[in-house]
């Protein structure tokens, strides 16, 4: 199993991110690509740029790691620009894009900016007329696409994409996703799995991939986690406080982020979950809310490393 870190923020904290994964060894480095950061009005002034422009000037100013976007939604953009944006940014940083494509999830994100948000069943179509046509334009653009809402012209068009490069597919449902992912993707990102979840949803990930006339075991399968750790839960709960960056006290942040769902474990407790997902046949962690802290980051980096 590999680790990458998973990062927002200004161009040079993600920069600073990326030095870390090139230092310590990690796969990768993956943008969340968002309009809106967090759950209320009060948060929503934070900074947030747009990763598709972060993720072009990364590929000229890193080298060797992965640069993942995970995941973009479909209703931000036609797909005509995630095939030719992501060939662009493929192509400056040598070959190391990956594009994650997903349904969207954030009601206030499209009201507040005025994109258009229909329900989630129009999203699902929307993503797999999506993922046809990038698909379609990385492997044989001279056939052209067609589909119910999304269509191109069969062309020879330069640049070519490179032959293997990776559509990400993400999500957490229990049946359209993972077929979606067999069908298109090179890579599944299970997103809000535990280690004894996810069998039944690769087994219809699989199943889909044979039944396309794909290889089901040429799909990378991954997971994103949130990870605030220490050796003793009084430290994770400081570090919590670390990461809030507020000043709140620690116990109060915890509070307020285990109300929203989120667990926080020790080293020791990761050790024993990253291993049952490793055996459950994921080759990849993406690290989340760790990175707003560069040193916890490149701690979290080497602890892993020795698991």
Avoid at 111 to 137: C, K, S, W
Avoid at 271 to 283: H, I, K, L, N, P
Wanted: with cysteine; aromatic share 10%.
């Amino acid at each position: 199993m590999d680790y990458a870190l998973q990062v927002v923020g200004s161009y040079d904290h993600l920069l600073e991110i990326a030095r870390i994964c090139e230092r310590r060894g990690a796969a990768a480095i993956a943008m969340a690509d968002h309009y809106l950061f967090g759950n209320r009005d009060e948060r929503y002034i934070e900074p947030v740029y747009d990763s598709f422009v972060q993720a072009a000037a990364l590929g000229r100013d890193t080298q060797g790691i992965e640069i993942v976007m995970l995941v973009s939604p479909v209703t931000f953009r036609h797909p005509a620009f995630y095939a030719k944006g992501s060939i662009t940014i493929d192509e400056l940083s040598g070959g190391r894009f990956v594009l994650g494509l997903g349904t969207g999830w954030h009601d206030d994100e499209h009201t507040y900016f005025g994109i258009p948000y229909p329900d989630r069943n129009e999203r699902f179509h929307m993503l797999e007329d999506a993922l046809g046509y990038v698909y379609q334009f990385f492997t044989d653009p001279s056939t052209g696409f067609q589909s119910e809402r999304y269509s191109f012209t069969g062309l020879g068009y330069e640049p070519k994409a490179r032959a293997d490069i990776r559509i990400l597919v993400g999500g957490g449902g229990p049946r359209r996703t993972p077929a979606l992912a067999g069908r298109f993707g090179g890579e599944y990102s299970i997103a809000g799995a535990d280690p004894e979840g996810i069998t039944e949803k690769v087994e219809v990930m699989r199943a889909a991939a044979s039944e396309a006339g794909r290889d089901p075991d040429g799909i990378m399968i991954t997971i994103s986690s949130a990870l605030v750790s220490g050796n003793t839960d009084a430290e994770i709960t400081d570090n919590l406080a670390r990461i809030d960056g507020t000043g709140r006290p620690g116990t109060e942040v915890r509070q307020s982020w285990e109300k929203r769902g989120l667990r926080f474990r020790t080293w020791e407790e990761h050790r024993d979950r990253f291993g049952r997902f490793d055996d459950a046949g994921v080759s990849r962690v993406y690290l989340q809310l760790v990175t707003r802290v560069p040193d916890m980051a490149e701690e979290a980096l080497d602890r892993l490393s020795s698991l």
